[in-house]
């Protein structure tokens, strides 16, 4: 008599752990129906293809195709995401590195131009220079890609290491230590001293310096990550600006039209993806400049498009460019578990089709959270 409830117990204990299992099971399997709908919409809506490869068309709206090299090193992180869930192939990855071949500075220089525009008459114009912050995706999507295809018979190895070499040669401050803004930022412009904090990203620096053997890197991260520091404690809200001024000793941020528009100086579209670029790394110091601006976010009754490095709203409207870099920040820690729920409606609601940037970011996000 005394055994049937120890079976009694395990028979519910076993029905209890089916049934948990059966939930853990359904969560995941809607995790990844997600994932895979926003990628087929993402892909539908931006990816384009032509003689010199596949690209992601910037201006939706617009009769000629541009491609930004900012865009394209997104690009080919969201399609090695999807090649890791089975929904992509190496030549569809492939069809990005071609393009990225295709249009680099020359053959010399593998910096990729920052701008390419497709004319109704055929014809293709090239910008001359480049823009570091999607050189430096380029270069950590060509070294993943060495990972995920070690036996290819693409060499991204040998291009990954070139990139950094040129990154390293053409977009670093060796006055400041710092990488510049683009290869156009020479020695003799007024522009050498100018950062974008945002590219500032402190786990690519460090798979750079291991994939490379070059301690470089880790200097590099060291000084950049003091940068950030600094403007971190300018303000009580932690905020940094799209772009900022590293010179004398001095970090500044940018004033008013300094740079590209009237948001230089204050929490922009630019800036709006360092949440996302640092809650990758494990460094304490990037976790507490990471902190103090969630802690400010968090505080937030809604999370609007840019804001005044004091904290002031910019706008009275969400976007998703800037919604979706906190959300991924959010769901590294349990006390931004109320980040997690109010953000989440970047995910939940339809890629528009025409929002290149808030849509591309939505996507490679909802992408790598699952790389907890």
Request: charged share 25%; hydrophobic share 35%; with cysteine.
């Amino acid at each position: 008599m005394r055994k049937r409830p120890a079976i009694m117990w395990s028979l519910l204990a076993l029905i209890f752990l089916g049934y948990v299992a059966a939930v853990l099971l359904n969560i995941e399997d809607n995790q990844i129906k997600v994932e895979k709908n926003v990628y087929q919409q993402w892909r539908s809506a931006y990816v384009k293809e032509n003689a010199e490869g596949a690209f992601v068309k910037t201006n939706p709206k617009g009769k000629n195709d541009i491609s930004l090299s900012e865009g394209h090193g997104y690009g080919m992180l969201i399609t090695l995401q999807a090649v890791k869930r089975g929904w992509a192939t190496e030549k569809d990855f492939y069809d990005f590195y071609r393009y990225y071949e295709n249009f680099r500075i020359s053959q010399e220089n593998p910096l990729m131009s920052w701008r390419q525009t497709f004319k109704e008459d055929n014809t293709i114009e090239k910008e001359k220079t480049n823009a570091t912050d999607g050189d430096l995706d380029i270069a950590y999507a060509l070294i993943a890609a060495s990972k995920q295809w070690p036996d290819s018979s693409t060499d991204y190895k040998h291009a990954a290491k070139s990139l950094l070499l040129a990154i390293k040669k053409r977009n670093y401050n060796a006055t400041n230590k710092l990488l510049t803004v683009g290869d156009w930022a020479t020695k003799d412009s007024e522009s050498y001293a100018l950062i974008r904090p945002s590219d500032i990203i402190p786990s690519y620096f460090d798979t750079f310096a291991s994939f490379s053997g070059d301690t470089f890197w880790r200097t590099l991260k060291t000084n950049s990550v003091d940068v950030l520091e600094t403007l971190s404690k300018q303000h009580k809200t932690g905020l940094i600006p799209d772009f900022a001024w590293v010179q004398n000793k001095t970090v500044t941020p940018a004033k008013k039209d300094q740079v590209a528009d009237a948001n230089d100086g204050n929490y922009g579209a630019n800036a709006c993806r360092i949440p996302w670029r640092l809650a990758s790394s494990k460094d304490k110091d990037v976790n507490q400049v990471l902190s103090k601006m969630m802690n400010f976010f968090l505080k937030e009754k809604v999370i609007t498009e840019g804001y005044t490095l004091s904290g002031k709203s910019l706008s009275s409207s969400p976007a998703k460019n800037f919604s979706a870099p906190i959300l991924y920040a959010a769901q590294q820690k349990e006390a931004y578990g109320n980040l997690v729920n109010s953000q989440s409606w970047v995910i939940e609601d339809e890629l528009s089709g025409k929002d290149y940037y808030g849509d591309t970011l939505t996507t490679l996000i909802t992408m790598q959270m699952k790389q907890k």
